[in-house]
C-alpha cells in the first residue's frame, strides 16, 4: 500500500480533521463550535461539521460504517438522540456506540467520532 493512497484534511499542529485511506473516510472526534449551546444544539453542531467534512472527503451520511458518541452526561441521551433521530438517514443507520466521557472541554457535552465509506 502506498503512502500515496492517504489524504488528510484540516491538518493542523496536533491533528487533521479527517483522513481518507483506501476508499475510507475516518473523522477526528468533532467538538461543538460554541459551549454555551445545550444538548440538542451541540449535537446540531457537530452532526452539521460531520456532514461538512464528509462532503468534503466524497462521502456522506448514509455512508457511514460507524460511529461513536461521547457525552458528558449519558442523562442527556434522550435529548441527544431526538437530534440523532432526525439527522440520520432512514435506513442508513450505522453501527453505533453511546457512552458517558469526561470531554477535553468543561463546556462540550457531545463529541462524535465517525468512519465511513467514501461514494
Known amino acids: 500500500m502506498s503512502e500515496n493512497n492517504l489524504q488528510r484534511f484540516h491538518v493542523g499542529p496536533r491533528l487533521s480533521e479527517a483522513a481518507v485511506f483506501n476508499g475510507v473516510v475516518y473523522l477526528a472526534g468533532m467538538v461543538p ?20 467534512r464528509l462532503a468534503e472527503c466524497g462521502s456522506d451520511k448514509t455512508r457511514l460504517l460507524r460511529v461513536q458518541i ?14 440523532w433521530d432526525a439527522w440520520v438517514a ?8 453511546t457512552v458517558q466521557a469526561a470531554l477535553g472541554n468543561p463546556d462540550w ?3 462524535v467520532i465517525a468512519t465511513a465509506a467514501q461514494s
Open 90 to 97: 432512514p435506513g442508513h443507520t450505522p453501527p453505533r456506540a
Open 109 to 111: 457535552k457531545i463529541e
Open 70 to 83: 461521547y457525552l458528558s452526561d449519558i442523562r442527556e441521551i434522550g435529548a441527544m438522540n431526538e437530534v
Open 33 to 52: 463550535e460554541r459551549g454555551d449551546a445545550d444538548i440538542r444544539g451541540q449535537t446540531q453542531d457537530v452532526l452539521a461539521q460531520i456532514d461538512q
